[in-house]
């Protein structure tokens, strides 16, 4: 995977937007104004996402291209080094999660929206 193939892939979510919050190299990804991504667009590519706090420490333990999260929050955030080590498939489905645990967390009114898009 590449920046642009990450990039389109968190954009597909519904209700994603991207900006520069923090400074011109962390790209970050929103639902409805509430971060589940990141990613590092200087040096090495990586992205951080939200996670399930007992899967973030099982990811870790299995992946050595899952770390904490780089300065997040690291009870809920891991950092994946995109290096090729782990299938693409499987960091779709942690950018899905990532994206679900966030909306699991919205207002209802805001889960209403989302579903009728």
Known sequence: MNIETLREYFLSKKKTTESFPFDDTTLVFKVMDKMYGLMNLEGDLSINLKCDPEEALTLREQYPAVIPGYHMNKKYWNTVMIDGSIEEDLIRKW???????????????????????
Do not use: G, N, P, T
Request: hydrophobic share 35%.
């Open 95 to 117: 950018i899905d999660d990532s994206y679900e645990l966030v909306v699991a967390k919205l207002k209802r009114s805001q889960r209403s929206e989302l579903k009728k898009i």
